[in-house]
């Protein structure tokens, strides 16, 4: 009795498929509309509104799963194209990165060797800082000066003293000269009296 009952509900069930695919319009040749225009979500989705469940198995014409299934592969592949090219961008950003990092490694050398260089000077063949340059720059102003200074003081000294010299000189030579005029005329008043001394001689 449950078998006739079980296949009494089959034979009416499939009668019943058999009616709604047969004279659905949507289930004929405009079924493939959705199938060709939608996305894989929506396609699925018009399939399980199309189709039946019956004992748990879902039937769904041969046609319309060999559609689906031609859509899904073509979705993987396009998948697949995109991931293949986003992964090939991402091999050429990557490499534009490491490119743009040794640029920039490169210009921060230069621009620390600029600045380097900037605050260094070169003196005596020795290159130093600024600081250390200017440093030894005004030790050796400064020892120049003192130099020049000891210089001065040292030619002015010489200079005073070359003058007193020659003023002493010059003492020395009138005081030669007067010794010598006075010496002169002492010498010719002695000779005046010693030829006064011979002619009174000889006068008397």
């Not at 010059?170 to 010794?179: A, I, L, T, W």
């Amino acid at each position: 009795m449950k078998n006739r009952i079980h296949l009494i509900a089959a034979t009416l069930l499939l009668g019943i498929l058999m009616a709604f695919y047969g004279g659905n319009p949507l289930m004929g040749q405009n079924t493939r509309e959705p199938l060709d225009t939608a996305s894989l979500e929506g396609q699925l989705d018009y399939i399980q509104n199309r189709t039946r469940i019956y004992e748990n198995f879902r039937a769904i014409r041969e046609d319309m799963f060999q559609k689906i299934k031609s859509n899904v592969i073509d979705s993987l592949n396009a998948a697949r194209l995109d991931i293949a090219t986003l992964n090939s961008e991402l091999t050429e950003r990557n490499m534009e990165i490491e490119t743009l990092n040794t640029d920039l490694g490169r210009a921060r050398n230069e621009r620390d060797e600029a600045i380097r260089t900037k605050d260094s000077f070169t003196l005596f063949g020795l290159e130093m800082n600024k600081g250390a340059y200017s440093t030894i720059l005004w030790i050796i102003i400064l020892a120049l000066a003192f130099f020049g200074t000891v210089m001065f003081l040292l030619f002015k000294r010489a200079h005073v003293v070359t003058t007193q010299t020659q003023k002493e000189l010059e003492n020395m030579k009138e005081e030669y000269e007067e010794h010598k005029k006075s010496s002169r005329e002492k010498y010719e008043k002695l000779v005046v009296s010693h030829h006064n001394e011979i002619m009174k001689l000889k006068k008397g």
